[in-house]
């Protein structure tokens, strides 16, 4: 049972424009959440996270908005540029737990043209 | 800062064979998280150690272990290898205070193991 889902495999977009990158959420104990960006033979490194007590966090081009009735959040990548191409994934935990493991998705893989 | 790092980067075995993964965390972090992530997937969570012991572990069956050392560093031990145990194996590491854990965790390159 996949508890974090990104259901859009791949995204391309044109430089410059606006990427958002969707992630779906069905464990209710989850509060907390973060997007991870992934290189080919690297790997994944931390981009943006935000908690459940806010909706929006945002950092220089990255935004994340998070929807606790609908179970969702999305990443906006404003401007897109060619060096965002790489797979990214929505994790997310349960501050509360006995341990702080996160829980991915199966990755969204972005392509940025020029 | 030193970030995390993982040896070897690539090892090929066969089945029914023993591995050992290494880890050493970014400089500051106390705590490490072991992923698996076969082709296609997202990490799917193995176990995680902190003060030297497992503090909670993912699905994975007993032939699957670790190790942390007063260092922090950490070791990812798997016997009897099955073709299934292919994957990449992620390190992650991260902060915690007592029973208060940052939730960011910050991965290594990875260890590319092949299981013929």
């Known amino acids: 049972d996949q508890q974090v889902k990104q259901n859009s495999p791949s995204l391309s977009v044109q430089e410059g424009r606006i990427s958002i990158l969707n992630c779906d959420y069905t464990n209710s104990m989850f509060d907390y959440f973060l997007w991870y960006k992934k290189y080919p033979a690297e790997g994944p490194t931390f981009l943006i996270s935000i908690s459940s007590i806010k909706d929006k966090n945002e950092d220089g081009r990255f935004t994340v908005f998070l929807n606790k009735s609908a179970k969702h959040l999305s990443l906006h990548i404003v401007p897109s540029q060619p060096g965002d191409s790489a797979v990214y994934f929505c994790a997310a935990s349960e501050s509360g737990g006995s341990n702080y493991k996160l829980t991915f998705g199966k990755g969204t893989l972005l392509t940025v043209n020029p | 800062e030193t970030g995390v790092t993982q040896s070897p980067t690539h090892l090929i075995k066969t089945r029914g064979q023993q591995v050992t993964l290494r880890c050493s965390s970014q400089s500051g972090h106390n705590t490490v998280s072991w992923y698996q992530q076969a082709l296609g997937q997202g990490p799917q969570f193995i176990f995680q150690?902190?003060?030297?012991?497992?503090?909670g572990r993912g699905n994975f069956p007993p032939r699957f272990s670790g190790l942390q050392f007063p260092n922090y560093s950490s070791e990812l031990n798997v016997n009897a290898l099955e073709l299934d145990d292919s994957a990449l194996y992620l390190c992650a590491s991260s902060l915690t205070y007592g029973s208060w854990a940052y939730n960011e965790q910050f991965f290594g390159p990875g260890t590319r193991l092949t299981v013929l």
């Open positions: 150690y902190y003060r030297e012991e497992e503090n």
